[in-house]
């Protein structure tokens, strides 16, 4: 089956700790996304990577770091700096970086950090 | 910041009739595409409309665009209990980068009452 995964599906995490959250698509795309989504609101861009070895900043990539070794993973981590981490987090994987390809999104993770 | 706004927030209908969501948006597009979530999940892509495109229908779901008034609708007809779900839109706005990001609105939040 050709998709994206996200793992896992919850979190916790005491405040103060990094935590990565992991996203592997096989889908042979090189555009990746990360979004956050508050309750009742929309997606809040974090980051985005066009190609293998690169990513740029999203709307709130302040508190969030990722990497992009692979084409098939773009892991997101959460650094202590968030000052509001709790979310739910998903991962999207397009053909490329471009407005007319539509995004195929994984499961999403939830985090809850007490 | 957010680019689209939904309107209505929330919509609850009797199955069978139909549903009319609409998304405004601020700056200039290329493309205009409408995504489903599923309570706790990830989004599911819909269709895809271009600026230079009025209308495009896909099974039940019809869309529209009117760029000069910054807006489009998603009508979907005779609405079943499997339509309950939020629905966004996401647009690309024109930009000196490309459009590579979609930007995603607030959500409609529809309920099919059986």
């Known amino acids: 089956d050709g998709g994206i995964t996200q793992s896992p599906k919850y979190l916790f995490r005491k405040e103060g700790q990094n935590v990565t959250l992991s996203c592997e698509q096989n889908?042979?795309?090189?555009?990746m996304y990360w979004y956050r989504q508050d309750p009742g609101q929309g997606l809040r861009l974090i980051y985005y990577?066009?190609?293998?070895?690169?990513?740029q900043k999203g709307d709130i990539a302040e508190g969030y770091s990722v990497s992009r070794e692979k084409k098939e993973s773009f892991p997101l981590t959460v650094t202590s700096a968030q000052k509001n981490p709790t979310a739910f987090y998903l991962c999207?994987?397009?053909?490329?970086?471009?407005?007319?390809?539509?995004?195929?999104f994984g499961p999403g993770t939830r985090l809850t950090v007490t | 910041s957010q680019q689209g706004e939904e309107d209505p927030q929330a919509l609850s209908i009797q199955e069978g009739e139909n549903a009319t969501m609409n998304c405004s948006y601020k700056t200039s597009i290329n493309n205009l595409q409408w995504y489903r979530q599923n309570s706790g999940r990830g989004l599911v892509h819909l269709i895809l409309i271009r600026s230079n495109e009025r209308e495009k229908h896909s099974g039940r779901l019809r869309v529209t665009l009117d760029t000069s008034k910054k807006s489009s609708s998603l009508l979907i007809t005779a609405s079943r209990a499997a339509d309950t779900a939020s629905y966004f839109c996401a647009t690309d706005a024109i930009s000196n980068f490309g459009n590579e990001k979609l930007t995603f609105g607030t959500g409609t939040r529809l309920t099919i009452i059986p």
């Open positions: 999207a994987s397009s053909i490329a970086a471009r407005g007319y390809y539509e995004q195929y």
């Open positions: 889908l042979n795309h090189d555009a």
């Open positions: 990577s066009q190609i293998v070895n690169d990513f």
